[in-house]
């Protein structure tokens, strides 16, 4: 169901606009465009407004006039494609074509924008206006605009380019955006007749190291046949930088798939290992957390200020829900099965159904969404070109901090001295005059609380749907027995190695073969040291 | 002389760099009775568990007759003929007393052996036999659950008989007992002693003495004292660690 | 007694259901045509209960992936009924089953041989549960994995068997398994007579799985599971192998929950990989609690009592059956740890 | 004529008890007669709830709306809702159960192809009529099932098409992404044949499939990248199935996959699905179906008044199946009023040449393969959640449900 984005869609109020369309920087151009404008020859003046039309026609009119606006170099153009880009331009049913505001773009007055319509996009025209935009911006006086413009340019690059680039390059004083630009002038050179410059371009394309330049070296191989040894040299090149921060790569996506285990095994290791309680419906109690993060996202929609805090408001709130779940299933239900742990997983079994169709009566059975705050998305660049993807990253900082909290909580807590206290004899424990029983419901709850702590990650990669929790419980219980039960050591362990080798095994074996060898290795494991990688020596093991 | 039935020598075990049996040696003749004594912690049960092959030794020999015992199972080790009562009497609380001494008798092990066991007059004689000479008779079909304490040390014992083990390793058979029950489970051993070897563990002195037999006195692991009662009540190490406390 | 007398009673009253419904259906005693086409299906769930009851209630060994046997089974009598197919496929094919024809297969994979007769097939849906319990329950009670250990490794191995099969690449039809079967020794399915001669078959095995249970548990082999199940280390100094004892029994009860799967194949007309997931072989553990483990009555009655309230409620209460069902198994556990059967002996007492 | 509430109609089914007791007082009078049952075959718990609830509402609220219009030959029309649950024999029992113990004169259900597979002999035994409504791999036809969603040459051939046009970005190769299931199995291997046909060579193609509700996909996007870093213009197909595409879109948006260079083209992800994604990043990427919610025209204004007023929720979506639901129901009841009756072999033989204004603005006719003439419809993903429709096909397409691109249709049996 969509509750939110309709809102932000209409654009009409709350709706941050990304930093690089910040609005005194527009008219800032606008002032200048029109100043430059008026300095033009006629000519100039006449191509603009014979390409105007074409934006009110079809699709594949309008990427023609796009082209067209862009190479024109006339800055009337920039305030058009930029309302088209973001989807306000209007065009009328005779063929006008109106700005935001109801101005049309050919006269500068204001128009008729009653039966207006908006111009849609399609990728094609998205990839004309890209490089248009990009022709346009390079001589933008903000940084960031300028970088993106040469990286437009790099993907949409043509022969026209190169005077445009070098210009640019001469001016540039930033290094980074300077070093973009050298690479959009290599790939410029690429398609241009200059031979000369061609083969310095395939040098310089293959010590960058990109799988953009790689694309584009292989594109111009066929058309370039003298040039394929020097472009099979450049190719190799980046494909050997490649293949390094491939494995880095590899390396950071087992990580985090290793911390979304680790989070979610967590709690169980509390629950599990410390109590010996067997909770099926522990699923349920991240799926409960992954529903609360919707909850508090709701709850800030209202309050602009408060809506990019919403994630992490989330986190205690998720751990609160799921840990006051935890509390009443423990002291309603579990403590009346201590010494039975298979009655227990039963019985739990059970809840976790019950909680299941909760949710899905309460909330219904269709996914719910949650948004990822801007800080979330996209990619991070680590030194070496290593990309990481920004929310996997979150989670895994964030899988840390848990991790800590609960060493934290365990060791330099009065509440953790109790535990262990329990844990460790619970009849000398009562007899000191520790409550046994809500050390107890405060341990569940705990661990419970944890769980809760890993749905608010888990909501920033997977559904929020009731089913959330099904597809982490074998796992979780995986990651716990292979690590050793009662060890945080061993879920830490057990939970990165199981991440990392499954994401080393996929490209060979597939995403399920990877799965089922795991699972495989791990019962095989088992085999050898029933107890896991970090076994508990002493009374713990016993049991 | 014949050779030992049982023959350990430096045999420790090191739990978490805690040394539960340290250097131990100790050689139980056939047919012998030996007791064997010592404070807490001294190394007693876990000298049962290495024979019976529940805790593997970190080093040293253990011999029963010509096996390595540190080689078999625990299942293996009894079906060469070694039987235990444990300390806390340990027996199957959802079957009768008369099928927990069937379990017991010496029979074919195997799955399949007993899905086609059939209970015979002669084992069913022999069962009797036993059940009187602990004195269950009357509570044949009882369930052992609800045995009384004492009861359930005799059910433990006879079990231990039906086996028909070569070495009888016997943990405080007589905690929980009356004195009378005691005296009798002292004579029943000194007259299974003639036939087969048996090691006791047990603190209570007063039994000790009634077994007549040479002890063995352990402490920290290794033996300290070795001799008829009397002289291990006056050595002085002994009196030191154990009796005079 | 009474208990084997309800038995009696419920094994001859089972057996009368295509007979009643041929009456009228005005007759008070009629029986819909519905009620017969799943009674034989409850009837191999209740073989597959027997089962679980049998590792699990005797000899203790809670495993969660005893519908993974129960699915292997399903699939070798499937493979049979996908050959007996033969060119009545879509694309006509003589020999190849329409997805391999569809995923390209030129000849039949090697696994495939063999398995155009019946016989061959009916061994398989045994040994190769058989094979599998043997090796994992091998390895797991050699090392002694025993308790909650266990059932989480077999939980896995179901997850990891399902996984494995919803996978195309391994020539058991992916997601979609099989259907569309034709006919099983020369009847045709899908008709009435197909579907009590099933039946029947199906009966047939609860009593033979019955007799091959009480023969277990009677025995003396039966109270050395329970020696095992109760405390095991004390049988295992009495000189018992337990490893021994309760691989015999985890195999015999795998063997069981295959033929199990054979037989309710043919009747529900489909096996795909969602017979392995997890919760499948969870909530036929949960019947064997509902009616009463350690008693193989109880096992029957958790089974058909549990399934029949499924039917039931999935119709009368679409939205609300889970909370029910759910709320039932936390109840069971909780106020009757021996099941419904526990009410009756309680009552008898 | 949605004065009932959901939790009311719900009632309805559940106890079959009169409708005097759900329905308001304006109701109109039914004629002579006992109710027309249809059954309700869509899971409301396990895996596939997700998708299939909206389904079930979707027919419980066309058994309002018709008898709200007096019902079907002056009968009114009563639903028996149950829940296989996602579980596929239990679909088998369950329609059973619909056929022979409440006896319906026609069924509304499944989603998953195992599903209808599982249910397809029951149909047939017991000449039962099931409409399904969803989009499939074709190579199918039963007497007994109408099939009102997508043929595959009525989706996954054009959207490709448009892909290698100029509009679409010219791609030259392409990767083939799907679930590891029938549906994307067929589709792709039809594709595979198209895309021969057009001159792409095996090694421009890369085809990777996935388990159900994969959530993980750090690992096959970046491979994706790689395959894309070839020198020539590459687009993904996706075959993703429903749960799998949240996290797989979300991968897609932080590692920074732009519509422009690599567009995917999605043949599962409809308006529901967008519903539980944020669709920013995902501007531009594309989905082919028969119905979007954006339509413009009458019937689909009148089809999302029905449908939001009856769920009570302006904001809740409709998507393709919704539509096919829709259109399925609507032809039934005009059939059943040609035949006069609702027996199963009659309603089958008027069904075939019903024609319909569908919402999504063609008039459809059902042919007498059971199939559907539609027509085709890219969208691209808005930043709303809602898509833009970038290209459509002039007229209804007939459904080809046997595949020419499949070789073995050849020497089918007939």
Not at chain 1, 126 to 137: F, M, N, T, V
Not at chain 2, 211 to 218: N, P, R
Not at chain 3, 54 to 63: C, N, Q, R, V
Not at chain 4, 130 to 157: C, D, H, K, M
């Amino acid at each position: 169901m969509r509750t939110g984005a309709a809102e932000h869609g209409g654009g009409a109020g709350g709706f941050p606009a990304p930093p690089f369309l910040k609005v005194d920087m527009r008219q800032l151009l606008l002032a200048l465009g029109l100043m430059l404008w008026l300095a033009l020859p006629a000519r100039a003046q006449d191509a603009f407004t014979a390409a105007l039309p074409g934006l009110a026609g079809g699709f594949s009119d309008i990427a023609t006039s796009v082209e067209q606006l862009g190479v024109l170099g006339d800055p009337r153009a920039l305030p058009v494609l930029r309302a088209l880009q973001e989807g306000r331009l209007q065009r009328t049913a005779d063929g006008r074509v109106l700005l935001p505001g109801g101005i049309d773009a050919a006269t500068g007055q204001a128009a008729d924008a009653a039966a207006a319509e908006t111009v849609r996009l399609n990728n094609r025209v998205r990839q004309a206006l890209r490089g248009a935009l990009g022709r346009l911006q390079l001589v933008s006086p903000d940084a960031a605009e300028r970088g993106a413009a040469a990286e437009a340019i790099f993907r949409a690059r043509s022969a026209e380019d190169v005077p445009l680039l070098q210009a640019a390059i001469a001016r540039e004083a930033d290094a980074g955006v300077r070093a973009k630009m050298v690479l959009a002038l290599a790939a410029a050179q690429l398609v241009a007749p200059d031979e000369e410059a061609k083969r310095a371009a395939v040098a310089r394309l293959g010590a960058a190291g990109a799988a953009e330049a790689r694309a584009l070296l292989l594109e111009a191989r066929a058309s370039n046949p003298d040039m394929a040894t020097a472009i099979d040299v450049s190719v190799a090149t980046i494909d050997r930088a490649l293949s390094i921060r491939r494995a880095a790569e590899t390396l950071f996506q087992g990580l985090s798939l290793g911390s979304v285990l680790l989070l979610a095994a967590l709690g169980l290791a509390v629950t599990f290992g410390v109590m010996g309680v067997i909770n099926m419906a522990h699923g349920e109690f991240v799926m409960l957390g992954a529903y609360a993060t919707f909850v508090v996202q709701e709850a800030c929609r209202g309050t602009p200020w408060l809506a990019p805090w919403s994630l992490p408001l989330s986190v205690p709130a998720a751990f609160l829900v799921a840990a006051a779940a935890g509390a009443v299933l423990e002291r309603g239900l579990i403590r009346h099965l201590y010494g039975r742990p298979l009655e227990t997983l039963l019985m739990t079994f059970g809840v976790g159904m019950i909680l299941q169709q909760a949710v899905r009566v309460a909330f219904g059975a269709q996914n719910r969404e949650v948004i990822s705050p801007a800080w979330m998305q996209g990619t991070l660049m680590l030194p070496g070109g290593v990309a990481v993807t920004q929310n996997r990253l979150w989670i895994i900082v964030f899988g840390i901090a848990v991790l800590l909290l609960v060493v934290a909580a365990i060791r330099f807590t009065r509440f953790g001295l109790e535990m262990r206290a329990v844990v460790q004899n619970r009849r000398i424990a009562a007899t000191m005059g520790i409550r046994t029983g809500r050390v107890d419901a405060l341990t569940f709850a705990f661990g419970s609380g944890i769980a809760g702590m890993a749905g608010v990650a888990v909501s920033q990669i997977d559904n929020v749907s009731p089913n959330l929790g099904t597809g982490y419980i074998i796992d979780s219980f995986m990651v716990v027995v292979f690590g050793g039960v009662g060890s945080l050591t061993g879920t830490l362990v057990g939970a990165l190695t199981l991440g990392v080798v499954n994401k080393v095994l996929e490209p060979y074996a597939g995403a399920v073969l990877a799965k089922v060898f795991v699972l495989v290795a791990i019962m095989l494991f088992i085999q050898r040291r029933p107890r896991g990688l970090f076994a508990l020596k002493g009374r713990a093991a016993e049991s | 002389m014949s050779e030992p039935v049982l023959y350990l020598d430096g045999v420790s075990v090191v739990f978490d760099g805690f040394k539960a049996l340290n250097g131990l040696s100790l050689i139980v003749d056939a047919g012998e009775l030996r007791a064997i004594i010592g404070p807490n912690g001294a190394g007693k049960t876990t000298m049962m568990d290495v024979i019976t092959g529940k805790t593997r030794p970190t080093a040293g020999v253990v011999r029963f007759r010509r096996h390595d015992l540190t080689k078999l199972d625990e299942a293996s080790i009894a079906n060469l003929g070694i039987g235990r009562k444990f300390q806390k009497p340990t027996m199957f609380d959802a079957l009768t007393v008369f099928e927990n001494l069937e379990l017991a008798l010496k029979a074919p092990r195997g799955p399949l052996a007993c899905l086609r066991w059939v209970l015979t007059g002669e084992a069913r004689r022999r069962i009797e036999a036993v059940m009187e000479e602990v004195g269950l008779a009357a509570r044949a079909h009882d369930r052992a659950a609800i045995l009384s304490h004492g009861q359930r040390q005799w059910l433990e014992i006879g079990m231990l008989l039906m086996q028909d083990p070569e070495l009888l390793l016997v943990d405080e058979p007589v905690a929980g007992m009356t004195d009378q029950e005691t005296e009798h489970t002292a004579a029943l051993l000194v007259r299974i002693a003639g036939r087969r070897s048996v090691v006791v563990v047990e603190h209570d002195l007063e039994f000790v003495r009634a077994l007549g037999s040479k002890v063995t006195v352990l402490c920290e692991g290794s033996m300290l004292s070795e001799g008829s009662i009397d002289h291990v009540q006056n050595d002085p190490r002994v009196v030191e660690v154990y009796l005079g406390r | 007694m009474t208990l084997r007398l309800v038995l009696i009673g419920a094994v001859l009253v089972l057996a009368a259901l295509p007979a009643l419904n041929r009456l009228p259906a005005e007759n008070a005693l009629h029986v819909s045509d519905f009620i017969v086409s799943i009674a034989g299906k409850w009837i191999t769930y209740a073989v597959l209960a027997l089962a679980i009851d049998l590792a699990w209630g005797y000899a203790g060994i809670l495993s969660l992936g005893h519908g993974a046997f129960f699915a292997l089974g399903g699939y070798a009598i499937g493979m049979h009924l996908m050959r007996l197919i033969g060119p009545r496929g879509v694309y006509g094919h003589p020999v190849l089953p329409d997805f391999m024809v569809f995923l390209g297969y030129k000849e039949l994979p090697w696994y495939w041989l063999g398995f155009d007769h019946f016989p061959f097939a009916i061994l398989m849906a045994m040994l190769v549960p058989g094979v599998l319990a043997g090796v994992v329950g091998y390895l797991a009670f050699r090392s002694r994995i025993t308790g909650v250990y266990l059932s989480i490794i077999t939980q896995a191995l179901t997850y990891a068997l399902m996984l494995a099969f919803f996978r195309n690449d391994m020539g058991f039809g992916g997601n979609n398994g099989f259907t569309d079967f034709k006919e099983l020794l020369g009847m045709p399915l899908n008709t009435a007579a197909a579907r009590g001669a099933l039946f029947y078959a199906s009966l047939l095995l609860l009593l033979g799985a019955l007799w091959i249970c009480s023969r277990v548990t009677r025995s003396k082999l039966g109270r050395v599971l329970v020696a095992i199940r109760d405390a095991e280390s004390r049988a295992r100094f009495l000189g018992y192998d337990v490893t021994q004892h309760k691989l015999f029994v985890f195999v015999l009860s795998a063997m069981i929950a295959g033929l199990a799967g054979a037989l309710y194949v043919p009747q529900v007309g489909i096996i795909n990989p969602g017979e392995f997931s997890p919760g499948n072989s969870i909530e036929a553990v949960i019947w064997v609690a509902v009616g009463g483990r350690g008693t193989l009555v109880g096992a029957l009655l958790g089974a058909f009592s549990v399934n029949a309230l499924k039917t039931w409620l999935t119709t009368v209460a679409p939205d609300l059956w889970l909370f029910a069902l759910g709320g039932l198994f936390v109840a069971v556990t909780l106020f009757l740890p021996r099941g419904l059967i526990g009410l009756f002996s309680r009552a008898q007492r | 004529m949605t004065a009932t509430s959901p939790t009311m109609t719900r009632r309805v089914a559940l106890g079959g008890l009169g409708a005097a007791l759900a329905m308001p007082a304006l109701r109109p009078a039914f004629g002579q007669g006992t109710p027309i049952k249809v059954g309700v075959l869509h899971s409301l718990s396990g895996t596939m709830a997700i998708s299939e609830t909206a389904l079930r509402d979707t027919v419980l609220m066309m058994v309002d709306w018709v008898n709200a219009k007096g019902g079907v030959m002056g009968r009114k029309v009563e639903a028996v809702v149950v829940d296989p649950a996602s579980n596929w024999p239990l679909f088998a029992e369950k329609a059973r159960e619909l056929l022979q113990v409440h006896k319906v004169d026609a069924t509304f259900g499944c989603w998953t192809s195992v599903s209808r597979k599982s249910v397809l002999p029951v149909f047939e035994e017991l000449n039962g009529m099931l409409f399904y409504p969803v989009q499939y791999e074709g190579e199918e036809e039963s007497r007994n099932i109408f099939y009102t969603g997508a043929a595959p040459n009525q989706q996954a051939i054009p959207a490709v098409e448009y892909l290698m046009s100029e509009d679409g970005g010219g791609a030259k190769r392409i990767a083939l992404l799907g679930t590891d299931y029938v549906y994307p199995r067929t589709t792709n291997r039809i594709l595979r044949g198209f895309l021969k046909s057009k001159g792409i060579g095996e090694g421009d193609v890369m085809e990777e499939y996935t388990p159900f509700g994969h959530s993980d996909w750090q690992g096959i996007v970046a491979r994706v990248k790689r395959f894309a870093s070839e020198g020539k213009k590459t687009a993904i197909v996706s075959t993703i199935n429903g749960d799998a595409n949240v996290p797989f879109y979300r991968e897609l948006g932080n590692q920074g996959i732009k519509a422009e260079d690599l567009p995917c083209v999605a043949f599962s992800v409809g308006e529901e699905e967008l519903a539980g994604i944020d669709t920013r990043p995902l501007v531009g990427h594309l989905a082919a179906w028969n119905y979007f919610m954006s339509v413009p025209g009458t019937p689909n204004a009148e089809f999302k008044q029905l449908w939001q007023s009856y769920i009570k929720n302006p904001r809740r979506v409709t998507n393709d199946p919704m539509e096919a639901t829709y259109t399925g129901f609507r032809m039934w009841t005009q059939a059943v009023e040609k035949a006069r009756s609702t027996k199963v072999d009659d309603v089958r033989a008027a069904m075939i040449g019903q024609k319909l204004m569908a919402p999504c603005g063609y008039e459809e006719e059902m042919l007498p393969n059971h199939h559907l003439s539609k027509p085709v419809l890219i969208g691209e993903v808005q930043a709303d959640g809602q898509f833009n429709i970038v290209w459509k096909t002039p007229n209804a397409v007939k459904a080809e449900n046997w595949s020419p691109f499949i070789p073995e249709n050849a020497n089918r049996r007939r």
